[in-house]
């Protein structure tokens, strides 16, 4: 149990253009859900926390208004890249919590803006 | 200094070997400790969780936390190429939601 899925699995797209990155748990109901950014041999960025129902909590630098998040339901949450460019260049993985702390990642969704 | 700590390496054993993560926390509210494992482009990937001081032992893998000096590890014994991975430590506060990482271990096991 505990599978959690991402879709794109690789994405590219133009500089300018919107993308919506789908994450789902698949056999469990997600209380929360978060998104990371991990760059090229760098370790995981926290980018926000989010749960079912609520708005989503961003963390320090990272532009809410560039990077929307919506948690819909329990089992899905998507995060949209609005007007992407190069720099967002980047690796998305989402995670969900079944149990109060314990997370599950999801593949992992290559961006790469042209 | 880090809120969690971890030599980058890279660390090589030889197969067969234990090979030996450490990782350090700051926080001493921290609850909950956890170990994933991640293939070099894929995601991170659960390989245990330790909450209490002491050894748990799953498989192969076996975690140690010592909240005293605020030290976990995890050792893995018969080590085999395919263990080959990053090895990042995630610690929890208490009462958080979100979990800090930290650098991650490259770990490299030598046939």
């Known amino acids: 149990g505990a599978v959690v899925s991402q879709h794109p699995s690789w994405v590219i797209c133009k500089s300018g253009t919107s993308v919506k990155i789908e994450c789902r748990s698949l056999d469990f109901q997600a209380t929360t859900m978060f998104w990371y950014r991990q760059f090229p041999k760098q370790s995981l960025m926290l980018m926000a926390t989010s749960n079912e129902g609520s708005k989503a909590t961003y963390e320090q630098g990272v532009e809410k208004d560039k990077f929307l998040i919506n948690h819909a339901s329990l089992t899905l949450s998507t995060l949209t890249v609005t007007s992407a460019h190069p720099e967002d260049s980047s690796f998305y993985i989402c995670?969900?919590?079944?149990?109060?702390?314990?997370?599950?990642f999801g593949p992992g969704t290559r961006l790469t803006v042209l | 200094q880090k809120e969690v700590e971890q030599n980058s390496g890279p660390l090589s054993v030889p197969e067969g070997a234990i090979a030996s993560l450490n990782c350090t926390y700051s926080?001493?509210?921290?609850?909950?400790f956890f170990w994933y494992r991640q293939y070099s482009g894929k995601s991170p990937e659960l390989i245990m969780f330790?909450?209490?001081?002491g050894d748990k032992e799953d498989g192969r893998f076996t975690a140690q936390l010592n909240k005293a000096s605020q030290y976990v590890s995890l050792l893995i014994r018969d080590s085999q190429p395919s263990d080959s991975a990053t090895y990042l430590c995630a610690v929890l506060r208490e009462g958080a939601q979100k979990l800090v990482f930290g650098q991650g271990t490259r770990l490299t096991i030598n046939p």
């Open positions: 926080d001493r509210g921290s609850q909950s």
């Open positions: 995670s969900a919590s079944r149990e109060v702390d314990t997370q599950y």
């Open positions: 330790i909450y209490s001081n």
